[in-house]
């Protein structure tokens, strides 16, 4: 894993490893309580800067990094929210999904009926933002294995959190799936890399994760 410092919301500075082939945070106890809202803004730059392209599969059990012991599923409440991570039985901290991280922050909503039809208008397949499994929108609205709907990034979510921030000169953008489906279908001219992040080798059709194209658009704004 890899540990990044973050902004702490008391003061100074939060270490929180990361691995991104498998878009997993590890949490030391209390540490995903003690970012600032600046500290989170800056997850969403890191979650950009160190995409992977491709993402490991999640295992079955998983490991504490600190004893050893497997980690136990546990769903939690944040306000009105459920999501999501794996913790340890001792306490030394928790594992968390990307995608549960920024459910847990409301940073996610789900597509409305009519923005899931505008969505199947323009593209056929998107990568669940969950398990990383194909979602084929034409027979599916939810994950077929991991049974999370297909969720966007909340703009709003993300206004408030840049306006506790006091940056009212910051630039925002209303990420609706018409500008996530035309992310998604640009097209570079040769040797540019798309935007917001290139498409591996070898891959076939528009099987991407629109939360992770949201966290693009976000991050180049931000920026």
């Not at 992310?183 to 891959?203: D, Y």
């Amino acid at each position: 894993m890899l540990p990044l410092d973050f902004e702490r919301a008391a003061v100074g500075r939060v270490s929180i490893d990361f691995c991104f082939a498998c878009q997993l945070i590890w949490f030391d106890d209390h540490e995903a309580t003690e970012l600032s809202p600046g500290g989170v803004l800056e997850v969403f730059k890191a979650l950009d800067a160190h995409r992977a392209e491709s993402r490991n599969p999640l295992t079955s059990q998983l490991d504490c990094p600190r004893c050893t012991s497997r980690l136990q599923l546990t769903q939690d409440l944040q306000r009105t929210t459920r999501f999501s991570y794996f913790r340890c039985p001792y306490g030394h901290g928790r594992l968390s999904p990307f995608h549960q991280f920024l459910r847990e922050k409301n940073f996610i909503r789900p597509l409305s009926g009519a923005e899931l039809a505008a969505l199947k208008a323009k593209v056929r397949s998107i990568q669940c933002s969950n398990c990383g499994a194909p979602v084929d929108l034409e027979h599916e609205i939810a994950c077929a294995y991991c049974h999370t709907p297909i969720s966007i990034l909340d703009s709003e979510a993300v206004a408030r959190t840049v306006r506790e921030l006091s940056i009212a000169e910051a630039r925002r953008q209303s990420i609706d799936v018409n500008v996530l489906a035309d992310a998604l279908m640009q097209r570079p001219p040769p040797g540019e890399t798309p935007f917001p992040f290139s498409t591996p080798p070898g891959s076939v059709g528009l099987a991407v994760d629109l939360v992770a194209v949201g966290v693009g658009i976000i991050a180049a704004l931000l920026r």
